[in-house]
């Protein structure tokens, strides 16, 4: 089956920098599109980044372009998300999900990773 396994969230200060991975194993990682999604308490799932099979193709939503950065490395069945200048609006659970943003699988994610951003 498959298998997310997100790592790497922490407590940072307002322009602090962390790096997020998802170790993915059930399928073949490497022809697919895969989705980072994040969830603060009380609000719905939003996608924040995504990326083609091969990593040629990178998208972000507009409150994160410029700071983030998404990335694979398909040879480890890994995913990930270098965040720069965070912010607390940032804070929320992160997820790592199988497809692109318009498309991701939401039936199997992981326990996430939790981001919190003081100011």
């Known amino acids: 089956e498959v298998q997310l396994v997100e790592s790497g969230g922490d407590m940072v200060q307002l322009g602090g920098s962390l790096r997020l991975s998802c170790v993915a194993s059930g399928f073949p990682f490497s022809v697919y599109d895969m989705t980072w999604v994040r969830q603060a308490p009380g609000k719905g799932p939003e996608w924040v980044s995504a990326?083609?099979?091969?990593?040629?193709?990178?998208y972000y939503v507009g409150f994160v372009e410029g700071r983030f950065t998404i990335s694979r490395d398909n040879d480890k069945n890994t995913l990930y998300l270098q965040m720069n200048s965070l912010k607390p609006e940032d804070t929320a659970q992160y997820y790592c999900a199988r497809g692109r943003y318009d498309a991701y699988d939401r039936g199997s994610w992981g326990q996430g990773t939790q981001v919190t951003v003081s100011s």
């Open positions: 990326i083609s099979p091969a990593g040629g193709t990178t």
